[in-house]
């Protein structure tokens, strides 16, 4: 499924099942561990203007964009008796399903109502999480300022629990610092500014 914002536009590739695990909550319980690739590209060329919106998608442009791929994942449970095949084949039936994705300069803004209660009851460290959560960059540093970041599955992304605060992706971005710039955005912004002077 794609969606355009601005002419960003956002392909969410099919959920995959990458395999069940034993679930902590019980022999009830597995854990299925899923995958969702996403494409973004970012458009070459703008085709509006801060005041006037284009007549045309950005699309009818043929416009070459910059393509980046990135790879979500989350851990859903399933009952003890599925398998891979099962799970897989659920997914086919929920075409809106999507891995979606919380962002804020705050760890308990990302952290379920779980990880809060096993943090409380000392089950896990504040640090195990932070370093679950905490977004680094291609090298393994931690992005300054300091971001989280969570996935979460959702079984339709245009109506979910945190839709009221989502973007048109199905994301939830509750950062308050400034946001790290596409480099696609940083280069078109400092070409048009050299071009002013």
């Known amino acids: 499924m794609k969606t355009t914002v601005n002419g960003i536009s956002k392909e969410f590739n099919a959920i995959t099942v990458d395999g069940i695990v034993d679930s902590?909550?019980?022999?009830e319980f597995k854990q299925?561990?899923?995958r969702q690739v996403i494409t973004t590209t970012y458009p070459g060329k703008k085709v509006e203007n801060s005041?006037?919106?284009s007549l045309f998608d950005v699309e009818a442009f043929n416009i070459e964009g910059t393509e980046y791929k990135s790879t979500r994942m989350a851990w859903v449970l399933v009952p003890s008796n599925v398998t891979k095949e099962q799970v897989e084949a659920m997914l086919a039936t929920k075409p809106n399903a999507r891995i979606c994705k919380k962002y804020s300069n705050k760890?308990?803004?990302v952290l379920t109502d779980e990880q809060k209660y096993a943090l409380s009851a000392g089950i896990v460290t504040k640090e195990q999480l932070q370093e679950k959560h905490v977004i680094k960059d291609s090298k393994g540093n931690v992005v300054q300022p300091i971001?989280?970041?969570t996935g979460f599955f959702v079984n339709d992304y245009t109506n979910h629990k945190e839709s009221a605060n989502a973007n048109a992706f199905g994301d939830v971005d509750m950062r308050v610092e400034t946001?790290?710039?596409?480099?696609?955005?940083v280069a078109t912004a400092n070409a048009v500014l050299q071009s002013l002077m």
């Open 179 to 185: 946001k790290v710039a596409t480099p696609t955005a």
């Open 32 to 34: 299925a561990q899923i």
């Open 107 to 109: 760890l308990v803004d």
């Open 51 to 53: 005041m006037s919106d």
């Open 24 to 27: 902590l909550k019980g022999p």
């Open 147 to 149: 971001q989280y970041s």
